[in-house]
């Protein structure tokens, strides 16, 4: 077999490279575009002022924790801040918070509880009138 004949072969039984690759960029896309159009249904989005940014919601009797709706890094954490105050959510810079959850937490996860004390302060600079939810631990 010639290596034209296995490249052949191959792009037969697992897929052209060329096809897949464009079906996971298009997967990626819609994937910002969900994640993007749920922050301004978010509490509050917690950032680093330009590297990270990670939004949170949380109703209360829902959920035990607050969960995160979108987080990204860099332009995107521009992205994400710019909807949320668009849409009116509270931004609050707390930079170490903002790094820490962003390694800790996935999208849709529940914020973990090393982080509850440290998002509870964040919370309480909220105004009371925008503050959705309140820590009972």
């Known amino acids: 077999m010639t290596q034209e004949e296995v490249k052949e072969e191959f792009k037969q039984t697992d897929g052209d490279p060329h096809v897949k690759a464009r079906q996971r960029a298009i997967r990626v896309q819609r994937s910002r575009q969900r994640m993007m159009a749920s922050v301004p249904t978010a509490t509050v989005v917690i950032m680093n002022p330009t590297h990270y940014a990670v939004a949170l ?4 009797g829902e959920a035990v924790a607050p969960t995160c709706v979108a987080k990204g890094l860099d332009s995107l ?42 998002v509870a302060r964040v919370i309480g600079l909220v105004p009371a009138n925008r503050r959705r939810f309140s820590f009972a631990r």
């Open 57 to 60: 919601s949380y109703e209360e």
């Open 77 to 118: 954490a521009l992205r994400i801040r710019a909807v949320a105050e668009e849409a009116g959510v509270p931004v609050a810079e707390d930079p170490p918070l903002a790094r820490a959850l962003c390694a800790a937490v996935e999208i849709d996860e529940e914020i973990p509880l090393a982080q509850y004390e440290a």
